[in-house]
């Protein structure tokens, strides 16, 4: 079906008139400082109303173990396949 009536501009910019970009409202942690989405734990230090809700250090530092491991795992299976060239 084909459009009848042309758009002008200003019409066209009325109906674009809701389409601009807000910037996010952000908190401040109480804890650490750094900004965070209002009403959602600090992504930084894991506080939500001064109080832990995720132990994120703990968490890091078991990730941390976890990669190495990996990489232990990797550098032992390359040291022990040998290289054969034709």
């Known amino acids: 079906m ?3 009536m042309r758009h002008t501009r200003s019409h066209t ?3 674009r008139s809701h389409h601009a970009l807000t910037a996010p409202n ?7 400082g750094s900004q965070h989405r209002p009403h959602h734990m600090c992504l930084n230090c894991g506080f939500y109303k001064g109080r832990v ?3 994120l250090l703990a ?4 990730r941390e173990a976890r990669l190495q491991a990996k990489r232990e795992l990797i ?3 390359a040291e022990e396949t040998p290289v054969t060239t034709k």
């Open 2 to 4: 084909v459009i009848r």
């Open 13 to 15: 910019a009325n109906r």
């Open 26 to 32: 952000l908190a401040v942690c109480k804890n650490c």
């Open 53 to 55: 809700v995720i132990d």
């Open 59 to 62: 968490k890091k530092k078991s």
């Open 75 to 77: 550098q032992g299976a």
